[in-house]
């Protein structure tokens, strides 16, 4: 039967009312000045930008506000609040703007509230915090819009904070219903930094990047064009290739808003015998957005703009204008790496002209971009080391190349060498420090058979075909999750070794050649060709489908105008594919209306199409006088599930806050723009608090959500009194637990990521059930499940099969676990190793959908990215504390214990030691009796110790002794003053490469203070013979004073009355010699 026939019928299952139709919206609403009002935030404003958040200041214009809630559980004394720049509004989109507030208006009436789950996407270099994954689950705030009014109830619109943390600029919110009325699906939507442009009070974006147009019209006709971004860390992605256009596409909200910028670059011809240009033209032909820093080429000349993102630890200044880089080589093409890797993003660029054969790697670190030209050892070029491996050839060409994410830095080339016009051949080259020459690619495509994988390598030899199609490559992308090279042109092919061994997918046709790849990093990939044709296909699976024009793309179509959805209505032309935050596939596509120009984006759910491509396949059967449609079953299952699923957060290492806005006393419920502005400003100083408590060493009784109201604690029950009783002098209270840590989600689900550490695992199980209980066993038993890991060294995949014919079931127990493979320790979070687990129902590939409440979904796999190595948010402290679980418990590994640092008698004479100091201080191989430097030793049994001569310890119960040698910084210490001596020990204790029980590395410094110093043996015996001395002197005095003292008693009293007489007898002699002297005087002169 015809699929035109499907519609109608599919019409009457899936019509829709228009409260069903409804979906949620967001925008950004920034803070309003004065406070009491709200700015961009009216519900039918056209908002033209990119959708992303300009500015990244936060105001103080919530503190004044909070500071007078004297009477609420809030500290108005010793903290300053701030607020965030934006709020987001939360809107239902009905597909008309009075039946979206009407919907609005029902749905306060019905408790419908929505909640809001955000989620800080890691940076690429986590320098200002540690490496985290972070959601924060607020609750909305309804508030009326400030317009005209007559009514009780007016236009309104949920609110809640938009909060922005120190080193990330990309964010995701998950909007979702409570539960209550009518049923709105959750949505997903990108809220991201945008700081390449900045809009002015006059609403004109009009800055150094460039010029904004307004009008989408010079997409009309143009081909498609690929989008290039780092995969999940772009906050702005910027789209090019416009034809005769000095312009580009940039969204930070993934089109859902779009702005049209003209780059403020230099058009000149700069063409040379050295850099021929055929002709000059104005057109941007390629663009590259990284976290800060987006790159294009116009002809042959690169540029370079890095953007204004304060939130980011860059070491590049931000740019006042574009600035030309590579100048004196001639560029061909930009060639992408969406994946980051050790801190770093990369791209390549190819020469051409003069430079053809020439390849440099861009390496952007923290905003910084440094050019390195790919030669090996012995300064060859790929080419020149070619020549050297092939021999003589005509021309070599670098088609593309790739980076394999590692830490080795190691880049994958596809280069094409002619021997002659008709000879060529194609080649994978690895370059790590040196050339590698990998594998050769067959000279024909081989002919589709309708079996498998159609597998070559090498060593097979060229046959020629029927059609003696030639292999044509184009580029390649590598996936480094499952260590998948993808080469794609007239063909596709991957490889499982990095170019060794060539798999074949089937599906694809010859006569179509592949135009640019989109690949979504969890096991989906898409592609578009040259006659912009959108095809899909998955990993592990060896055909290819045709998605956009397909039977199940019409019907999809027909269904999206019937449900009023106008962006399906209309002829329209393809601009470009990708894969959102959602991991689901969207194409933009231009279309025109009475003559006014739309670009929108589109999604493109594959398992809908794929199960109305399946719907179409019916078939009209005739029984007797009866004629009726049969559908055939091409499912091997009825259904799956999973079940036995652990608690999410150990694995998934999300920590999750919640939070609630005031609770008003009106009874409708409706917020006032303070009580907002107050819900803004606490979850402000909650995340300050997180940040402090993250990157310290945690105590489990400081954490945040402690420190938040440990001042009002004890006046819980009076809070709670006043809160119930609606009394406030503000209006509205703050509640106690409006602000919690949300340890266990009561929702158990399979992470999209799993963190293993040494030798742990993952267990769940899958339940598959096969429809009837009557079906045979042989049906039973041809349900199977096969399990797959990217990389059998790393990862251990154990699958256990149980069947249960009663029910018609079968239940596999599967468990994934790391073999300690992993290369040494890390510090929590970095140096991680990303695989992938595939669970395969046999047969099931684009074959098997279930209908949720959401969308129709693909079922018969499960992929899971496992990541190895030390966790993210661990930190110890002779106590583990579990940042995620709020778990903690005593160090039991091997570590070591050294003194990195000190000083004596006060911190302020505390310095670091060198490395080779602290081998002397605390090594037993570089301490002796002759050098005397040790400064501590170990009490206790035999201990174990590194080459180095460090003391490796153990457990809870180690003794460690001072002992301060003569020649160690804490070694002979004088005393100052009366106090005896004390010293300052800085302390390190790690397990790094002692204790094999984890792949974390754990580190820690801290201060020990010890008073009392014994003194050193020499000056102690100096001291004591001092003393010995002054003591001696003191008792010889006091022996001679009490022996001889009554004699020298008398003798002092003889001397002290002749001392006394002296003087008289002197007096008297001198009279008499008076009297006697004139009388000699007149005998000698007779």
């Known amino acids: ?24 919206a967001v925008k950004l609403c920034e803070l309003g000045d004065p406070l009491t009002s709200l700015y961009v935030c009216n519900i039918n404003l056209d908002h033209m930008g990119s959708g992303g958040m300009e500015k990244q200041k936060l105001s103080l214009k ?40 009407k919907a609005m208006q029902k749905a306060l009436f019905i408790g419908l509230n929505p909640s809001a789950i955000l989620s800080v996407v890691e940076p690429v270099h986590p320098t200002l915090l540690k490496p985290q994954r972070l959601n924060i689950i607020m609750t909305s705030a309804p508030l009326h819009d400030d317009v005209p009014c007559d009514s009780e109830l007016c236009q309104f619109g949920w609110y809640v904070p938009m909060p922005i943390v120190n080193g990330s600029v990309v964010y995701r919110m998950k909007v979702m219903s409570n539960g209550q009325g009518f049923h709105v699906p ?32 010079v997409f009309a006709g143009s081909p498609s064009r690929p989008l290039w971004s ?151 070029t790929i080419c020149e080391y070619m020549v050297y491996s092939l021999g003589v050839y005509e021309i070599c060409l670098i088609r593309w190349v790739t980076h394999r994410a590692d830490e080795d830095g190691t880049s994958i080339v596809l280069a094409k060498f002619y021997y002659s016009r008709s000879h060529w051949t194609y080649h994978v080259v690895l370059h790590d420090q040196n050339f590698h020459l990998h594998g050769k690619l067959p000279k024909y495509v081989p002919e589709d058979t309708g079996d498998s994988f159609i597998v070559v390598n090498s060593m097979t030899p060229d046959k020629s075909t029927a059609n003696n199609i030639y292999v044509i490559m184009i580029g390649i992308v590598y996936n480094p999750n499952s260590g998948i090279l993808y080469l794609w042109g007239n063909c596709l092919i991957c490889s499982f070794d990095e170019g060794k061994t060539f798999l074949f997918v089937r599906g694809f046709p010859t006569t179509r050649s592949i135009k640019y790849f989109s690949l979504s990093y969890h096991g989906e990939f898409a592609f578009v060709t040259y006659h912009e044709e959108v095809w899909w296909g998955q ?68 398992a809908e199409i794929l199960s109305y491509n399946l719907f179409t396949e019916m078939f009209w059967t005739e029984q007797g006088s009866y004629n009726f449609f049969n559908f055939p079953r091409t499912c091997p299952f009825f259904w799956e599930y999973l079940e036995d699923l652990p608690q999410p957060e150990p694995y998934s290492r999300i920590q999750q806050y919640t939070a609630r806005p005031p609770l008003v006393t009106h009874p409708s419920g409706i917020q006032t723009t303070t009580s907002l502005a107050t819900y803004q400003g606490l979850l402000y100083h909650l995340l300050k608090l997180h940040s402090e408590y993250i990157q310290d060493i945690g105590d489990p009784a400081q954490n945040p959500i402690s420190r938040l109201l440990m001042d009002k604690m004890v006046l819980e029950d009076y809070f709670f009194y006043m809160s119930s009783n609606g009394i406030s002098s503000s209006g509205y209270s703050v509640e106690m637990d409006s602000f919690s840590r949300m340890y266990t989600n009561p929702e158990i689900y399979l992470p999209d990521k799993v963190y293993l550490d040494l030798h742990t695992s993952y267990s769940f199980s899958v339940y598959i059930n096969a429809g009837n209980p009557a079906v045979s066993r042989d049906e039973i038993k041809n349900i199977w499940i096969s399990a797959e890991v990217s990389d059998n060294d790393f990862l251990h995949a154990i699958v256990t099969r149980h069947e249960f014919f009663n029910r018609a079931s079968i239940v596999y127990k599967v468990t994934v676990s790391d073999r300690g493979a992993f290369p040494g320790q890390a510090l929590a979070g970095y140096g991680l190793r990303p695989f992938t687990l595939l669970l395969k129902v046999l ?60 000083g004596a008698y006060s911190r302020k004479n505390i310095r670091y030691f060198t490395s080779e100091e602290i081998l002397l201080y605390n090594s037993y191989n570089h301490s002796s009796k002759q050098t005397l430097t040790l400064m501590w030793t170990y009490e206790g049994t035999s201990v174990n110790k590194t080459q180095e001569g460090f003391e490796v310890l153990s457990g809870t119960n180690n003794k460690i002794r001072w002992l301060c040698e003569k020649n160690s910084p804490c070694g002979d210490l004088s005393a100052q003053g009366l106090m005896a001596p004390d010293f300052f020990f800085i302390i390190e204790v790690s397990n790094k490469g002692v204790d094999m029980n984890t792949y974390c590395d754990y580190a820690l410094r801290f201060e020990i203070h010890v008073h009392g110093f014994p003194l050193d043996p020499t000056r102690a015996l100096y001291f004591m013979l001092m003393t010995l001395a002054t003591i001696g002197v003191i008792l010889f005095c006091y022996i001679v004073f009490h022996c001889c003292g009554p004699g020298l008693k008398t003798l002092g009293k003889a001397a002290y009355q002749a001392a006394k007489e002296q003087p008289h007898i002197e007096r008297e002699s001198s009279l008499l010699m008076d009297e006697l002297e004139p009388m000699t005087y007149a005998r000698v002169r007779r």
């Not at 228009?18 to 949620?24: G, H, I, L």
């Open 186 to 217: 959750e949505k997903s939507f990108a809220l991201n930094v945008n700081g390449l442009i900045q809009t002015q009070i006059e609403r004109s974006q009009e800055v150094s990047f460039g010029t904004q147009w307004s009008s989408f019209e």
């Open 230 to 380: 780092t995969a999940d860390n772009a906050p702005v992605m910027v789209l090019a290739a416009i034809p005769n256009y000095k312009g580009v596409l940039i969204t930070s909200s993934e089109f859902d808003h779009s702005t049209l910028i003209e780059v403020a670059i230099e058009s000149c011809w700069v063409g040379s015998m050295r850099c021929p240009q055929a002709e000059f033209a104005l057109t941007i032909q390629e663009a590259i957005a990284f976290e800060s820093t987006v790159f294009i080429r116009q002809n042959q000349l690169l540029h370079q703009f890095v953007g204004n993102y304060s939130l980011l630890a860059l070491q590049a200044s931000s740019s006042d204008a574009w600035e030309q880089v590579l100048r004196s080589f001639c560029v061909e093409k930009l060639v992408p790496v969406p994946t980051s890797n050790t801190g770093n993003e990369f791209f390549y660029i190819l020469g051409g002209g003069a430079d053809m054969g020439t390849l440099y790697r861009a390496d952007i670190h923290d905003g910084d971009t440094t050019f390195t030209e790919l030669r090996d050892t012995n300064g060859r």
């Open 843 to 902: 047969r099931s590939e684009g074959r098997c959908f279930q209908d949720t409440d959401r969308a129709i979904v693909s079922q018969g796999q499960q992929r899971i990215t496992v990541y190895i190595g030390c966790p993210p948010v661990f930190y110890p402290f002779f106590l583990i504390q579990d940042m995620v679980s709020g778990e903690s418990g005593p160090f039991l590994g091997s570590y070591t214990f050294k003194v990195v640092g000190g």
């Open 539 to 606: 990993e592990g699976v060896d055909t290819v489908i045709r998605v956009k024009p397909s039977p199940g793309y019409f019907v999809f179509g027909g269904l999206q105008s019937l449900k009023g959805f106008k962006k399906y209505m209309w002829p329209s032309d393809l601009v470009t594919v990708f894969w959102d935050i959602e991991n689901q596939l969207q194409e933009v596509v231009y279309y025109e209306v009475k003559r006014k120009a739309h670009l929108v984006k589109r999604n493109l759910p594959v």
């Open 1 to 24: 039967m015809h699929f035109s026939l499907v519609l109608p019928i599919l019409s009457l299952m899936f019509g829709a009312t228009k409260v069903d139709a409804c979906v949620w």
């Open 62 to 101: 919530v503190n004044p506000v909070i500071k007078s809630l004297t009477d609420q559980p809030v500290d108005t004394e010793h903290v300053t609040y701030y607020g965030f720049p934006y709020y987001v509004r939360i809107n239902l989109d009905c597909g008309d703007e009075q039946e979206s507030v």
